[in-house]
């Protein structure tokens, strides 16, 4: 049996969410499926010192198989960064040429690099000579409004030739002016047969989708066609569809925990976190809002978690009154809870 690609399901590289305590939740649910960081720039890393360099790429080996995404366009400092993240213990090295922000197109990179392929092939092999670690890219299928198969089949051709073997694509192009992020993500049309067609195209290359991936099935049909699949917010919302895939979809076994044990182990994280590192379990908690999604009292459990006047109190009794909520009305009615 063909051992499956490294790429074939990953969570997406997502600004503000997909920190280290993110994926040390997704690693309680997921034992094999690839993780991301959030993007790092490459200015904020060379030049923000030693405690900034921890603070971005500090992470626990539990999260591996782990890739680091870069933000950035000059080679010599991707090229430094690559080195620093491989230095780290990272698996991967993520170019980001898909980001539309203002903020990022002010720095001259994300999804704009896609208008300077050479640029990005100069910073791919800067990186490829540097480090042992895979350099991939994730980009977009096009720039503005209007849809050309031939723009990303040349950006794909010109970057694949200084040595990147492996694109995550995100089918939908990047408008840059006009719309926010959000709606750069939502807005712009999906287009999964353009991710089909470069596989067809580069059958020598990985070639991972994302956009618009939300249930079992639709990872199932897209992976008939490419080589993996990226979810992005859809995991993050619903944190325990990640337990099944380890047995659906990448040879392994199922998750053995329960969600009530994946939350014991996340709290016994937080006082972990807050005696190594100061580490407030607000940051954590946050992260784990949905695992209880459609569950009778998952409301009332994530407001306990999310409420502020909770956070003098340790995490381990928070987490007492949050698992009250799940119980039976007579019983969170004796721990002193009433429905809101």
């Known amino acids: 049996m063909q051992k499956p690609s490294p790429w074939r399901l990953c969570v997406a590289p997502m600004l503000d969410w997909t920190d280290k305590h993110c994926r040390v939740l997704h690693r309680l649910l997921t034992r094999r499926a690839r993780l991301y960081t959030e993007m790092v720039t490459t200015g904020a890393l060379l030049h923000g010192g030693p405690e900034i360099e921890r603070r971005l790429l500090r992470h626990d080996a539990v999260e591996r198989p782990l890739a680091l995404q870069l933000g950035g366009s000059e080679p010599a400092d991707l090229a430094r960064c690559a080195a620093i993240g491989q230095r780290w213990g990272y698996d991967e090295i993520n170019l980001n040429c898909g980001c539309p922000s203002d903020r990022v197109q002010r720095g001259a990179f994300g999804a704009c690099l896609m208008l300077r392929p050479s640029l990005v092939a100069d910073g791919v092999k800067a990186m490829v000579d540097t480090v042992d670690v895979p350099v991939t890219v994730k980009h977009r299928i096009g720039i503005g409004r209007e849809e050309s198969y031939a723009f990303v089949r040349d950006f794909v051709g010109t970057v694949a030739q200084a040595g990147c073997g492996v694109f995550i694509v995100h089918a939908r192009n990047a408008w840059l002016e006009g719309l926010s992020p959000k709606e750069n993500r939502e807005i712009p049309p999906l287009r999964h047969e353009v991710a089909y ?45 990640l337990s099944g895939w380890d047995e659906k979809f990448l040879g392994g076994e199922p998750c053995s925990r329960t969600p009530d044990e994946v939350e014991a182990e996340m709290v016994a994280y937080m006082q972990r976190e807050a005696h190594e590192d100061g580490t407030p379990w607000s940051a954590i908690a946050r992260h784990m809002l949905g695992l209880h999604h459609g569950r009778r009292g998952a409301r009332l459990w994530r407001q306990v978690w999310s409420d502020h006047r909770l956070k003098p109190l340790p995490p381990e009794q928070v987490g007492a009154r949050a698992r009250a909520c799940l119980k039976p009305a007579s019983v969170q009615q004796e721990a002193g809870f009433e429905a809101v």
Do not use: C, E, T
């Not at 079992?216 to 619903?238: F, K, S, T």
């Open 197 to 241: 067609r470069l596989k067809r195209d580069f059958p020598g290359l990985s070639i991972v989708l994302n956009g618009g991936v939300g249930d079992d099935a639709r990872i199932a049909a897209h992976l008939m066609h490419v080589d993996g699949v990226m979810v992005g917010r859809a995991a993050y919302h619903q944190p325990w569809w």
